[in-house]
């Protein structure tokens, strides 16, 4: 079974910054893109960043500049530094897999559980 498990989230102040780490377990031979989305109060889940397994990266427009995804593919871990905070960076962030390749077959769409991110003003 494959799990994925966000940890890092918290509360911050304006201006701050914070490091979410997302791990995959279970008996994965690789993961194809992996990638961060956040879901905010009465919002639908929306794109943060993602990066291919090349280390191929994509960013939403408003964190560009102030958010760095990165991933190690032998841990099969991945990571967002994000920095200079808003008050509208407040969410729980959701960690995903597209395709993770494991020993009984490929599992598309997978997620954690998510993690609080919030930010004071």
């Known amino acids: 079974q494959v799990q994925l498990v966000e940890s890092g989230g918290g509360l911050v102040q304006a201006g701050g910054s914070l490091r979410l780490s997302c791990a995959a377990s279970?008996?994965?031979?690789?993961?194809?893109?992996m990638g961060w989305y956040r879901q905010a109060p009465g919002e639908g889940r929306k794109l943060v960043a993602t990066i291919t397994r090349s280390g191929s990266t994509n960013y939403a427009d408003s964190v560009k500049g102030r958010f760095t995804i990165s991933r190690d593919n032998a841990k099969n871990t991945i990571n967002l530094q994000m920095n200079s905070l808003k008050p509208e960076d407040t969410a729980v962030y959701y960690c995903?897999?597209?395709?993770?390749?494991?020993?009984?077959?490929?599992?598309?769409?997978?997620w954690g559980p998510g993690t609080q991110v919030t930010v004071s003003s």
């Open positions: 995903n897999a597209d395709r993770i390749v494991t020993i009984s077959g490929p599992r598309f769409g997978s």
């Open positions: 279970g008996s994965i031979f690789s993961i194809d893109t």
